[in-house]
């Protein structure tokens, strides 16, 4: 761990990192190393410890000392290639290998020796600017460091509260959008009221040069970024990342308290779970409840919020941002699955979310799984036998499956039966059957006035998707109706679509 002096060994990073930093002041570049400070006998006398650092959405246990300590944090830097939404993967750099990054909680009064660590396999440098510090950059400067290379700082935990940390290494906005961010909770000398469950979760806005969930391999897009344009808005890194196996945990009475952080780099979180009220927010992540029962809690970009509420009954709620967009068109949902005895009283219906949004997002996952498992499937067949027409279709199928449970069966339902007089049916549907290019034109284009399906009027509006979905989502969806619930046809190709949406 030993001081290095980036100015004399990196000419050629430091050129293209200072080049590209049309030089904000808080895009911090490298600062003169000023070696060990004397610590004076009383905080020198303090005990030392490690910092366990949690992954997301893990935090670590409360600290449950109540003096002071020498806390020594060792956070990793690492450039990782990871899924980002089904069949599509995204080049993050991150703090400890997640987006976010680790979790790393201290207390007031702590004393920290902080070790930033940049992975030699890194192709850039990073910094770390805490907010959590008091002094200049937050730790940015002290901390430039480039790959396979480790800084050293020492700070003290003047302000307890939860506070973000990000990389600040210019460009600024491109490093954060890559998901360099994470947070840093600093316990009040007294610490935190007991929780059962305590959770991190925090809210990015990514853009990508390709579409939402468009396949292969994306990388930052700038102009995007400029435009703040996201291609997605994600809990804790990727489509999906808290839902189904995924999603958070708790019992019926309960008390869940979510750590939860923006790290923009541009968006603010309205955050919200549905079905369920905050009992307590530790609001802007301060040290002190500053209102009771809130139902959305706004989270500035660089900013956080504690929130505690107890879970009276069971089901699924589903965090969301509440400009809700972002939730059903890029990503922003994560669930929390209370199980335990009812509680008629307090709530008796049918599940709501169950059906909105929860058994969708599920089914979903495991039509993602399945298509991985065919994807696979196929890849060996192509080895061993070119026969893999059938295989091929499957997939398309397992893709429009997942396209459906997005963005068609809030209407036409699960099952494909819509409802009596309201929405036709897609399953066993006369009419979806009689005319494939009449049906991508009303995938594409929407539908209204009266039509007869299997005997039965109906006289409502379908909305166009060809704004919100592409050729490809579109031939996929329909490859999925026409051959599911008893329905059966060819599979619906790309170049179809492309044909009627050219008309
Ligand atoms: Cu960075």
């Not at 003096?67 to 990871?82: D, G, I, M, Q």
């Not at 036709?424 to 009303?442: N, V």
């Not at 919100?468 to 059966?488: H, R």
Request: proline content about 8%; hydrophobic content about 40%; glycine content about 10%.
């Amino acid at each position: 761990m030993n001081s290095i002096r980036p100015s004399s060994r990196l000419p050629g990073l430091l050129l293209a990192a200072l080049a590209l930093a049309a030089a904000p002041a808080f895009a911090e570049g490298p600062s003169a190393v000023v070696g060990p400070v004397h610590l004076p006998p009383d905080v020198a006398a303090l005990p030392v410890e490690q910092a366990v650092l949690a992954s997301p959405p893990h935090v670590p246990p409360p600290i449950t000392r109540r003096t002071p300590a020498r806390v020594v944090v060792n956070l990793e830097v690492k450039e990782v290639t990871k899924r980002i939404a089904d069949g599509t993967e995204y080049t993050f750099w991150t703090y400890g290998g997640t987006v976010p990054g680790s979790f790393i909680r201290i207390r007031a009064g702590d004393v920290v020796e902080f070790h930033l660590n940049n992975h030699p396999s890194s192709k850039l440098p990073h910094n770390i600017d805490l907010h959590a510090v008091t002094g200049a950059g937050g730790g940015a400067a002290s901390t430039f460091t480039a790959p396979g290379h480790s800084s050293q700082f020492t700070f003290k935990a003047l302000n307890p509260g939860l506070y973000v940390y990000h990389c600040a290494t210019a460009p600024v906005p491109m490093h954060i959008g890559n998901g360099m961010y994470g947070l840093i909770l600093v316990e009040p000398e007294e610490g935190l009221p007991p929780a059962d469950k305590e959770y991190y979760v925090m809210q990015g806005d990514f853009y990508a040069n390709g579409a939402y969930a468009g396949g292969g391999l994306q990388t930052f897009d700038t102009p995007k970024s400029i435009d703040e344009h996201p291609t997605y808005v994600l809990f804790n890194g990727a489509v999906g990342s808290l839902v189904g196996d995924n999603a958070l945990t708790a019992e019926v009475g309960q008390r869940v308290r979510l750590f939860f952080g923006v790290g923009g780099p541009n968006l603010t979180s309205s955050f919200h779970v549905i079905g369920e009220i905050f009992d307590k927010v530790w609001l802007e992540g301060g040290n002190r409840v500053a209102q009771e029962n809130v139902q959305t809690t706004l989270v500035p970009a660089g900013g956080s919020t504690i929130v505690d509420f107890k879970v009276e009954v069971p089901g699924t709620f589903i965090l969301v941002d509440h400009s809700l967009s972002r939730a059903f068109n890029k990503g922003a949902i994560g669930m929390l699955k209370v199980s335990g005895a009812a509680d008629r009283v307090v709530y008796s219906g049918k599940e709501v979310d169950a059906v909105y949004l929860g058994s969708a997002a599920e089914a979903g996952s495991v039509a993602a799984k399945r298509q991985d498992e065919l994807e696979q499937k196929i890849a060996a067949e192509i080895k061993a036998n070119p026969a893999i027409a059938g295989l091929a279709k499957e997939v398309r199928i397992e893709k429009g499956k997942q396209v459906y449970m997005q963005n068609c069966f809030a209407c036409h339902l699960p099952s494909g039966e819509g409802m009596a007089g309201v929405f036709p049916p897609l399953a066993k549907s006369d009419f979806l059957q009689a005319d494939r290019e009449r049906a991508i034109r009303i995938v594409l284009k929407g539908l209204s006035g009266p039509v007869t399906v299997n005997g039965q009027t109906y006289n409502g509006v379908m909305p166009p998707q060809g704004e919100v979905l592409n050729p490809e989502q579109i031939a996929d969806v329909l490859t999925y109706v026409t051959n599911s619930w008893g329905n059966s046809a060819e599979p619906f190709t790309v170049d179809e679509v492309r044909k009627v949406k050219g008309e």
